[in-house]
């Protein structure tokens, strides 16, 4: 299957400082790309959707000015967590989906740990 | 909206045998997809088994294989011959026109000896 990677795999920053998350398709190009945050025993929450060359669509609560995404590039998107506060810590994991490939299946990143201090 | 629900926060099996995990939805789109995802302890998201809505039958991959009732709106997952490496979180989702994933809230699964 697609492999996608993600940068860093944990990060620990001090609170107000901003934190930026790399998430890249390695062999195929992603129009689409997918954040999502996971607490601790739960499931994954969609924050946004990163659409190469436009901006990207936030879900209902998330706050745009605070988690920056930009799509440069087919196979680059990011993350940038803004003045990271402690209520920021969490696990965030990216996905993207391969347009050439079946089912609308999404291609999961390794995610990453961010502790805000 | 779509809504995905798992009623079995947890399940336990035995070595060897075989477990069903359940997982209902609710939609009002006739054209969609359905997932069963597995989360091993490294949090790495693993696409276990696909079902395309359209498809009658069933879809199945090695030991892994699905029960999807689309009038009952449901897609149980069934794992036969369960390994130890089986043990992870397992996640139900779906996925429509609009192509973004939603989540079940989960099934921890424990394989026991």
């Known amino acids: 299957g697609a492999v996608v990677s993600q940068h860093p795999s944990r990060v620990i920053c001090k609170s107000g400082t901003s934190v930026k998350i790399e998430c890249r398709s390695l062999?195929?190009?992603?129009?689409?790309m997918f954040w999502y945050r996971q607490f601790p025993k739960q499931s994954l929450m969609l924050m946004a959707t990163?659409?190469?060359?436009?901006?990207?669509?936030?879900e209902q609560g998330v706050e745009k000015d605070k988690f920056l995404i930009n799509h440069a590039s087919l196979t680059l998107s990011t993350l940038t967590v803004t003045s990271a506060h402690p209520e920021d810590s969490s696990f965030y994991i990216c996905?993207?989906?391969?347009?050439?490939?079946?089912?609308?299946?999404?291609?999961f990143g390794p995610g990453t740990r961010l502790t805000v201090l | 909206a779509q809504t995905v629900t798992q009623s079995q926060p947890e399940m336990s099996v035995q070595e060897a045998e075989t477990v069903t995990l359940s997982c209902t939805y609710d939609t009002s789109e006739s054209d969609y997809y359905l997932f069963w995802y597995k989360q091993p302890p490294s949090r790495q998201m693993i696409l276990v088994i696909r079902?395309?809505?359209?498809?009658?039958q069933n879809a199945t991959e090695n030991r892994f294989s699905v029960n999807f009732q689309k009038a009952a709106k449901s897609f149980s997952l069934k794992i036969s011959d369960s390994q130890l490496g089986d043990a992870a979180m397992y996640f139900c989702a779906y996925t429509g026109t609009a192509s973004k994933l939603t989540f079940g809230t989960g099934t921890r699964l424990q394989v026991t000896l």
């Open positions: 062999d195929f190009q992603a129009t689409t």
């Open positions: 996905s993207a989906r391969d347009p050439s490939g079946a089912g609308n299946e999404q291609f």
């Open positions: 079902q395309e809505a359209y498809k009658q």
């Open positions: 990163s659409n190469e060359g436009s901006k990207a669509t936030y």
